[in-house]
T-cell receptor, first 117, second 111 residues
Framework: DTEVTQTPKHLVMGMTNKKSLKCEQH?????MYWYKQKAKKPPELMFV???????INESVPSRFSPECPNSSLLNLHLHALQPEDSALYLC????????????????FGPGTRLTVT | SQQGEEDPQALSIQEGENATMNCSYK?????LQWYRQNSGRGLVHLIL?????REKHSGRLRVTLDTSKKSSSLLITASRAADTASYFC???????????FGTGTSLTVIP
């Protein structure tokens, strides 16, 4: 199974709502990632988890809260978002994250398209 | 911005022709990767080239890397309509904690 799944596919939320994005992989990968991608722009790295521990937080606002409950699951909790946070949120995984070797090839999910109203 | 630049921004070719995309980046790297993205969906990893490699092949793909010029190119030979997608380079900085995608090239292959 070389698939990364993400739910939901689409999400519309108000600025006062709390919601969560979910990501799952069953490839035995020990590194998982969240990216944000605005329309017609490249993906931007948000968070990196390695062995279920947060390794990189790219200065993401605290209204985005990641969680890695186990090696197969990655969540992104959303609270008090702004309309400019509307984007495609991509999850990815790789075998490992080893800074001394550089980022490994990543397997991406299809993304969650988030609209904040 | 640490983001790499790709050119051209958009490329339209006939099926069967070759497509070449170029990527320039700013930092010293451990490796450089190429990804494909169809219509705002998830990305698919194509090829990874390490900083001590100069050229790599995978099927119809050929990637070159020139670390002295901080540039890379992706060649797709004998293109097919199914190759229509956006192509991104991504650099893994030598610091180990930075991973940046380039601005992307939108490729259209006309049947």
């Amino acid at each position: 199974d070389t698939e990364v799944t993400q739910t939901p596919k689409h999400l519309v939320m108000g600025m006062t709502n709390k919601k969560s994005l979910k990501c799952e992989q069953h490839m035995g990968h020990r590194a998982m990632y969240w990216y944000k991608q605005k329309a017609k722009k490249p993906p931007e790295l948000m968070f990196v988890y390695s062995y279920e521990k947060l390794s990189i937080n790219e200065s993401v606002p605290s209204r985005f809260s990641p969680e890695c409950p186990n090696s197969s699951l990655l969540n992104l909790h959303l609270h008090a978002l702004q309309p400019e946070d509307s984007a495609l949120y991509l999850c990815a995984s790789s075998q490992v994250y080893a800074p001394w070797e550089g980022f490994d090839e990543q397997y991406f999910g299809p993304g969650t398209r988030l609209t904040v109203t | 911005s640490q983001q790499g630049e790709e050119d051209p921004q958009a490329l339209s070719i006939q099926e069967g022709e070759n497509a070449t995309m170029n990527c320039s980046y700013k930092t010293s790297i451990n490796n450089l990767q190429w990804y494909r993205q169809n219509s705002g969906r998830g990305l698919v990893h194509l090829i990874l080239i390490r900083s001590n490699e100069r050229e790599k092949h995978s099927g119809r793909l050929r990637v070159t890397l020139d670390t002295s010029k901080k540039s890379s190119s992706l060649l797709i030979t004998a293109s097919r309509a199914a190759d229509t997608a956006s192509y991104f380079c991504a650099t893994a900085a030598i610091t180990g904690n930075q991973f940046y995608f380039g601005t992307g090239t939108s490729l259209t292959v006309i049947p």
